[in-house]
């Protein structure tokens, strides 16, 4: 599955946004995560995203009970850089066609 989480960063920020979600990028894939990426809209200053993988819903419920006190530290400073208050986190599930009858 593909989470992402999408973060609105006064250009102020910037630097100090993109320095603090590296490290949170560790942590991310201590606890399971695969395929860890940051980009930056180059239509939208100060819109970005951060992606990674994880197997199976299960494993993302299970990234979530292994959050540490320190890991909840770095998440909380990470998202305060977000000016709307609280970045927008999606959950995909890879979509798989139907059976045919």
Known sequence: MLVTIEY??????????LAAIIKL????????????SIYE???????????????????HMRQHQRVTNADRVLQ????????????AVRHLIAARPSEQA
């Open 8 to 17: 609105t960063v006064a250009s102020a920020n910037r630097a100090a946004f």
């Open 25 to 36: 990028a560790g942590e991310r894939r201590r606890d399971g995560a695969f395929d860890w």
């Open 41 to 59: 809209d180059a239509a939208k200053e100060g819109a970005f995203v951060e992606t990674f993988c994880v197997d199976s819903w299960l494993d």
């Open 76 to 87: 909380d400073a990470v998202h305060r850089f977000d000016a709307d208050g609280d970045p």
